[in-house]
T-cell receptor, first 111, second 114 residues
Framework: EDQVTQSPEALRLQEGESSSLNCSYTVSGLRGLFWYRQDPGKGPEFLFTLYSAGEEKEKERLKATLTKKESFLHITAPKPEDSATYLCAVRYAGNNRKLIWGLGTSLAVNP | NAGVTQTPKFQVLKTGQSMTLQCAQDMNHEYMSWYRQDPGMGLRLIHYSVGAGITDQGEVPNGYNVSRSTTEDFPLRLLSAAPSQTSVYFC?????????????FGPGTRLTVT
């Protein structure tokens, strides 16, 4: 079955404490993996797209990486403003007009 | 450039009532979609459109109708509201090309059906 699983469900960090979020997927023919950030009461905001294993993208304190089975979102020296839910979604060959979404990781960064 | 806008932001309906959630985008995107987001279930696709005059069903289309008469607008109609439709609804748009599929989301509509 095509699915996307994110872990952990929730993560609490101290400011400056680096960590990683995981998104594992089981789909046939990956056509793109997307990371989004969602703040409470708002719509998801696009962060990164990754297309092939070995690819990396960076933005400020965030770096996304991709392997053949999973993606990691590395957060380096996080700040309280990085607190949000991080969502992962996958586009696949079976239906390239739809995405499969994970349930997200809720990140809290304490000052 | 307002991006994706949605109205209303909050709505309370009684069972059996109908209403339309409005969505508009000013980025000239061909692809637009409606999602609902529920705790523990993530984002689920209701309907989507790949251009004016073209719509298709997503994962959970029952009880909802859409139409796309212009590139800019993509309203979602609830035909006869049910408590199971209590949710947060998001509209999204994308240029929808093979190499550019990131979606831009609106702020959401929080709907309660009593």
């Amino acid at each position: 079955e095509d699915q996307v699983t994110q872990s952990p469900e929730a993560l609490r960090l101290q400011e400056g404490e680096s960590s990683s979020l995981n998104c594992s997927y089981t789909v046939s023919g990956l056509r793109g993996l997307f990371w989004y950030r969602q703040d409470p009461g708002k719509g998801p905001e696009f962060l990164f797209t990754l297309y092939s294993a070995g690819e990396e993208k960076e933005k400020e304190r965030l770096k996304a990486t991709l392997t053949k089975k999973e993606s990691f979102l590395h957060i380096t020296a996080p700040k309280p403003e990085d607190s949000a839910t991080y969502l992962c979604a996958v586009r696949y060959a079976g239906n390239n007009r739809k995405l499969i979404w994970g349930l997200g990781t809720s990140l809290a960064v304490n000052p | 450039n307002a991006g994706v806008t949605q109205t209303p932001k909050f709505q309370v309906l009684k069972t059996g009532q109908s209403m339309t959630l409005q969505c508009a985008q000013d980025m000239n995107h061909e692809y637009m979609s409606w999602y609902r987001q529920d705790p523990g279930m993530g984002l689920r696709l209701i309907h989507y459109s790949v251009g004016a005059g073209i719509t298709d069903q997503g994962e959970v289309p029952n009880g909802y109708n859409v139409s796309r008469s212009t590139t800019e607008d993509f309203p979602l109609r609830l035909l006869s509201a049910a408590p199971s439709q209590t949710s947060v609804y998001f509209c999204a748009s994308s240029s929808g090309t093979l190499t550019s599929y990131e979606q831009y989301f609106g702020p959401g509509t929080r709907l309660t059906v009593t």
